[in-house]
C-alpha cells in the first residue's frame, strides 16, 4: 500500500503509478472519489523482487480547477517487503512451522549479513540489534504475507540457518 497526501489547503486530483515489474500496462492512475489531500494505492507483488516505482501526484487547490501541478518522485520497494518481522510476543503461535531448513556457510561477516537484511527486509539497523543474543548470534523470523509461512535466519560468525 502505498499512501501520498499533501498539505492541507490542497487536494490530490489524482496518482500515476509506473512500474514495468508490478502493472501489465506499466502504468496505474488512482482517482480519488471526492477532494481529498490524501490518496491511497495498493501494491501487490507476486514474486521476490525489487520494485521501482515512478509516481507523478497532480495537485491543486480546487478538486475541479484546471490547474494542478505535478509533483515527481521515484520509490524502490525493496525484494522482500511482503515479509513482517516477528516479535517474540507473536512467535509463539509460528512456532510449529519450524521444524525444516537449511544451513551454510557463507565467507561473509556478520556485519555484511545484517547490512544485506536491513536494505532486503527492509528493518532498521537499530531494530536488528534487538535481535542478538550473548553468543554475538541472532535469531530473526519473517512471516511471510503472501502464504502466512515463517522463514527464520539464525546467523552466528558466518554460518546461516
Not at 8 to 34: D, H, W
Not at 85 to 100: C, F, G, N, P, S
Not at 126 to 150: C, G, H, P, Q, W
Amino acid at each position: 500500500m502505498l499512501i501520498e497526501s499533501s498539505e492541507r489547503m490542497t487536494i490530490i486530483k489524482c496518482a500515476v503509478v509506473i512500474s514495468e515489474q508490478l502493472y501489465k500496462g506499466e502504468t496505474f492512475v488512482q482517482f480519488p472519489n471526492s477532494e481529498t489531500n490524501k490518496i491511497v494505492v495498493q501494491i501487490k507483488n507476486d514474486k521476490d523482487m525489487n520494485i521501482n516505482l515512478h509516481i507523478k501526484v497532480l495537485v491543486g487547490t480546487s478538486f475541479y480547477g484546471k490547474d494542478f501541478q505535478v509533483f515527481e518522485f521515484n520509490k524502490i520497494i525493496p525484494k522482500y517487503c511482503f515479509y513482517i518481522l516477528l516479535r517474540d510476543d507473536i512467535l509463539t503461535q509460528y512456532k510449529i512451522y519450524l521444524k525444516q531448513g537449511v544451513s551454510l556457510k557463507i565467507n561473509q561477516r556478520l556485519d555484511r549479513l545484517l547490512l544485506w537484511l536491513e536494505s532486503n527486509f527492509y528493518i532498521p539497523f537499530k531494530e536488528l540489534a534487538t535481535f542478538k543474543s550473548n553468543n554475538n548470534s541472532y535469531d530473526i523470523r519473517f512471516l511471510s504475507l503472501r502464504t502466512d509461512k515463517v522463514l527464520q535466519i539464525f546467523m552466528q560468525d558466518n554460518k546461516v540457518k
